[in-house]
């Protein structure tokens, strides 16, 4: 089946640093790949759907410049966490599909666990 | 009130039991979801539906369009089966987003 290969697992480090996650979609083309964020006994939060070749489409409340995405390639995803801080320590955690609609299934990857001190 | 609501929101059960959870949402969809969230975080898609049933191996989905409502079934339940289970929804006018449930922590005693 479809799999998504998400890398790094864990982080830990020192606030004001930035942070990048990969995304990569390992069997198929993804043309849309989504980022969420999930707090401890939270459910899934969308943070944005990044779109290939074009620019990410952010959920309200989210900051652009804060969490960088970028989407180059159909088989790979970013998420810089720029500045990172103690608050932004969480599960981040991304998904892609490789057909248009919510009807078609997305494919998740095992998440990053952030920590930042 | 959420769009997507679950229940129950944590289960516990004695192996080998039938389990049902139940998802009922309040918007018109294009498909729902069945997801289970592993402890380390991974996340599994096990099923996407729009109608009727589906089974693979040991679990079942129902959906009732009418109703808004659908039914994750586990038979002969495994303490390997304890995990989060997460409905979501696939909403007619949004696209590609997903709107999410709580999710329901099942746990599985041997």
């Known amino acids: 089946g479809a799999v998504v290969s998400q890398h790094p697992s864990w982080v830990i480090c020192k606030s004001g640093t930035s942070v990048k996650i990969e995304c990569r979609s390992l069997d198929f083309q993804a043309t849309t790949m989504f980022w969420y964020r999930q707090f401890p006994k939270q459910s899934l939060m969308l943070m944005a759907t990044?779109?290939?070749?074009?620019?990410?489409?952010?959920e309200q409340g989210v900051e652009k410049d804060k969490f960088l995405i970028n989407h180059a390639s159909l088989t790979l995803s970013t998420l810089t966490v720029t500045s990172a801080h103690p608050e932004d320590s969480s599960f981040y955690i991304c998904s892609a599909r490789d057909r248009q609609g919510a009807g078609q299934p997305q494919h998740f990857g095992d998440g990053t666990r952030l920590s930042i001190l | 009130k959420n769009e997507v609501e679950q229940s129950p929101q944590n289960l516990t059960a004695q192996e080998g039991e039938f389990i049902t959870i139940n998802c009922s949402y309040s918007v018109g969809i294009s498909a729902l979801h069945w997801l289970q969230q592993h402890p380390g975080g991974g996340i599994v898609s096990l099923f996407m539906?729009?109608?009727g049933k589906k089974k693979h191996g040991r679990l079942i989905a129902t959906i009732n369009i009418q109703e808004k409502h659908s039914s994750l079934h586990i038979t002969a339940s495994h303490p390997r089966d304890s995990a989060v289970y997460i409905c979501a929804v696939g909403r007619e006018t949004s696209g590609s987003r997903l709107t999410f449930g709580e999710g329901t922590q099942l746990t599985v005693n041997p």
């Open positions: 990044s779109n290939e070749g074009s620019k990410a489409t952010y």
């Open positions: 539906l729009s109608s």
